[in-house]
């Protein structure tokens, strides 16, 4: 028999996630707003304040312009990092290959080696597509709430730039099969993702999970700039 106090618990658990499901919508809608501001100009991000090693390359999410991420790259230009923006991206809706062939080839066109990808849900995947092939340019990557196992959700979606997450998709299968770059990936992932409900953990990376719910929330999750200072200074 199912008990009262049971019945209570579970109503309260989807109270709180509903909540947290608009608390993450709110974030984001925010951060969106201020992406699309005029003013910022990415080659402001590639002074870093005193020249620190490694570069950061940011890889956002789909439908995720580049001023999306400039909270971020604000905090690791004033700890000294050249932070890489890439407007070449747009929106990010093209497919994961085709993104990894860009972002490699801007690589190359700027002569970067032994870089550091932050990257952010489908982010991720490009990183890792590109992690495959790398000519030796990325050191490692940071990839926040990425759906290295695709999503469940992706299917109801008619859009195939968010169809492209299904797990049985062909590229995210062929990215689950290719594990020789987990080892150089550090995948932190909320406590509660509404987008990537069967979570971020990837074999053989180091796993961290954040105490900030949400998909978009992480990114100001206030232990995540240490997980990323700690990439940059040691390694994953």
Same mark, same amino acid.
């Given at each position: 028999m &199912?008990?009262?106090?049971?019945?209570?618990g579970?109503?309260r658990?989807?109270?709180?996630?509903?909540?947290w499901?608009? %608390?993450d919508?709110?974030? &984001? %809608?925010?951060?969106?707003?201020?992406?699309?501001?005029?003013?910022?100009?990415?080659a402001?991000?590639?002074?870093?304040?005193g020249?620190?090693?490694?570069?950061?390359?940011?890889?956002?999410? #789909?439908?995720?312009?580049?001023r999306?991420?400039l909270?971020v790259?604000?905090?690791?230009r004033?700890r000294?990092?050249? #932070?890489?923006l890439?407007p070449?991206?747009a929106?990010?809706?093209?497919?994961?290959?085709?993104?990894?062939?860009?972002?490699?080839?801007?690589?190359?066109?700027?002569?970067?080696?032994?870089?550091?990808?932050?990257?952010?849900?489908?982010?991720?995947?490009?990183g890792k597509? %590109?992690?495959?092939?790398?000519?030796?340019?990325?050191?490692?990557?940071?990839?926040?709430?990425?759906?290295?196992?695709?999503?469940?959700?992706?299917?109801?979606?008619p859009? /195939?730039?968010?169809?492209?997450?299904?797990?049985d /998709?062909p590229?995210?299968m062929s990215?689950a099969?290719? #594990?020789?770059?987990?080892?150089?990936? #550090?995948?932190?992932?909320?406590?509660?993702?509404?987008?990537?409900?069967?979570?971020?953990h %990837?074999?053989g990376?180091?796993?961290?999970v954040?105490?900030?719910p949400?998909h978009?929330?992480?990114l100001?999750?206030?232990?995540? &700039?240490?997980?990323?200072?700690?990439?940059? /200074?040691?390694?994953p």
């Open positions: &199912v008990r009262a106090r049971d019945v209570a579970a109503a658990r989807w109270v709180l996630m509903g909540w499901w608009v %608390l919508y709110l974030f &984001v %809608l925010g951060w969106q707003v201020r992406a699309l501001r005029r003013g910022a100009d990415p402001h991000y590639l002074r870093g304040e020249a620190r090693a490694p570069d950061v390359v940011l890889l956002p999410g #789909v439908y995720e312009p580049w999306f991420l909270p790259a604000e905090r690791l004033v000294g990092h050249a #932070v890489h890439l070449e991206l929106w990010n809706s093209a497919p994961v290959p085709a993104a990894a062939d860009a972002v490699l080839g801007l690589l190359r066109d700027r002569d970067l080696r032994d870089v550091v990808l932050l990257a952010h849900s489908k982010g991720g995947l490009i597509h %590109l992690m495959g092939r790398d000519e030796g340019r990325v050191r490692a990557m940071v990839a926040v709430n990425t759906p290295f196992g695709g999503s469940v959700y992706a299917r109801w979606f859009v /195939d730039a968010l169809r492209a997450f299904r797990p /998709d590229t995210v990215l099969r290719d #594990v020789a770059p987990n080892a150089r990936v #550090v995948s932190a992932y909320s406590c509660f993702d509404p987008h990537v409900p069967q979570g971020s %990837l074999p990376a180091r796993n961290v954040l105490r900030t949400g978009f929330r992480a100001a999750d206030p232990d995540l &700039v240490g997980v990323v200072v700690s990439v940059l /200074d040691d390694g």
